[in-house]
């Protein structure tokens, strides 16, 4: 069974300096609440119990076992999103966001050819905002969706975030499966509009069909494996316990090679320090198959860099950067998405688009312009302060606006050049693609 992660979501938060005090003190700085002391011992005792078995772990391995271990895992334990949370995301900022991707997946549906058929997939759903805001504009364009089924298909690994979705999408017209071993195990009707949502733990389980799959910040949460360039070639990067301190973990580097350092580094690789992420380029392939198939497209937004980065492994709580290897199980872990990554796994069955900022990204996409209706029809001076606020933290370069990029998965034939058809007296086009929304800067009118 493939592993598919909650919601990835990293965000914007106040760097800390390395810590320059004493190791007592740094221990009761970072010693967590008295409620929390149980379940990070309990996670750190499993984790060490494991290492002294088999040796130290990769850090994938520790990285999963952190954020979705069943009992402790820092994504299954609870709702971790929002200003009380560790992190707060793109959709919880501004409306705009959220509008400006359902815009885009009608764009595609419509580029496709307008198909019966519309099914909205998001991976990692966090607590439904980015859905609720798309499933807005897709109410608020009916006449353009016509005809077509409209349904929502939510991949979310968390029972808890699953309950917070539930409740923001369908209010209480949901329903736990019967059965544990349900590939549905939530339904529900969607409060406006009444549309089918179901809930997967996998995306092998959302049925075929033509779909548009969103990925906000779900990706930099899928487990990686680092590796380090030595003398002797590629060495993994492994989480082991601290000698002289039996309740630390530390990195070390495997004195021989590894499965993963064996095959998973390119032979041409120049850095000296790699991450990467197999469980994400298995999710890459299952999303181009599925595209090219049955049609559709993909779009993932994320912290990340086109093959250029090494080490971005980090830990953030309480909106700060946290010691990766401290609280395990009580603090989020990212590493920045590998785009060039997901492009070679994507292979050559799709097209790849991107990845471009996100502030070129919603300029293209009309921002500019739609907080420019919002602010003519809102009168409230708190309330307009609060749009100008979330638009620049959204796109300007020293916030979000170039920390994350969009990328895209689209059939080929959404790209094709128009066929030419040929008639008695003159040769014509067939009518030309419509461009790509977000990739492509669009005219308004």
């Known amino acids: 069974m493939h592993f598919v992660s909650s919601v990835g979501m990293k965000k914007i938060r106040v760097k800390l300096k390395k810590r320059l005090f004493p190791a007592d003190l740094a221990e009761k700085l970072f010693s967590p609440p008295e409620d929390e002391r149980k379940p990070r011992a309990s996670m750190l005792r499993h984790l060490t119990s494991k290492i002294k078995a088999t040796g130290p772990i990769p850090v994938a391995e520790y990285m999963r076992e952190s954020l979705t271990n069943p009992v402790t895992g820092y994504y299954v334990r609870g709702d971790v999103l929002g200003p009380q949370g560790d992190f707060i995301t793109s959709p919880e900022i501004s409306q705009i966001f959220g509008e400006l991707v359902g815009v885009w997946c009608i764009s595609e549906w419509m580029g496709a050819g307008r198909p019966a058929q519309l099914q909205l997939v998001e991976l990692g759903p966090g607590r439904g905002s980015l859905a609720a805001d798309v499933l807005r504009v897709f109410g608020q364009l009916r006449s353009v969706l016509a005809e077509a089924s409209v349904s929502v298909h939510l991949v979310e690994v968390s029972p808890a975030l699953s309950r917070v979705q539930a409740r923001r999408l369908t209010g209480e017209q949901s329903r736990e499966a019967d059965g544990e071993d349900e ?49 002797k070639g590629w060495r ?81 709580k309480g909106h700060q950067l946290h010691d990766v290897l401290a609280s395990p199980g009580l603090a989020d872990l990212t590493a920045d998405v590998d785009f060039s990554y997901l492009r070679r796994m994507a292979g050559e069955g799709v097209a790849c688009l991107g990845p471009v900022t996100q502030r070129t990204f919603l300029k293209n996409m009309g921002i500019d312009t739609r907080l420019q209706v919002l602010l003519r029809s809102c009168s409230d001076p708190a309330t307009r302060k609060q749009l100008i606020q979330s638009y620049d933290m959204l796109t300007s370069p020293s916030k979000m606006g170039e920390r994350f990029h969009f990328f895209s998965l689209l059939s080929p034939s959404r790209l094709a050049e128009p066929k030419r058809t040929e008639g008695l007296k003159m040769e014509k086009k067939s009518p030309a693609q419509l461009p790509v929304a977000g990739f492509t800067e669009l005219s308004f009118s």
């Open 183 to 231: 590939p549905v195990y939530r339904r529900g009707r969607t409060t406006t509009g009444g549309l089918p949502v179901s809930w997967y733990r996998r995306l092998d389980d959302v049925p075929a069909g033509f779909s548009v799959y969103v990925a906000h910040e779900f990706f930099d949460a899928l487990p990686i494996h680092k590796f380090q360039r030595t003398e």
């Open 236 to 316: 993994e990067v492994m989480v082991d316990i601290e000698p002289d301190e039996p309740e630390r973990l530390r990195f070390v580097v495997a004195p021989t090679p590894t499965l993963a350092s064996s095959t998973l580094v390119q032979a041409d690789e120049k850095r000296n320090h790699v991450e990467v992420c197999p469980e994400g380029g298995v999710i890459i392939q299952q999303l181009a198959n599925r595209i090219s198939e049955s049609g559709g497209a993909a779009l993932i937004a994320d912290y990340g860099h086109d093959g250029t980065k090494t080490d971005t492994f980090r830990g953030f």
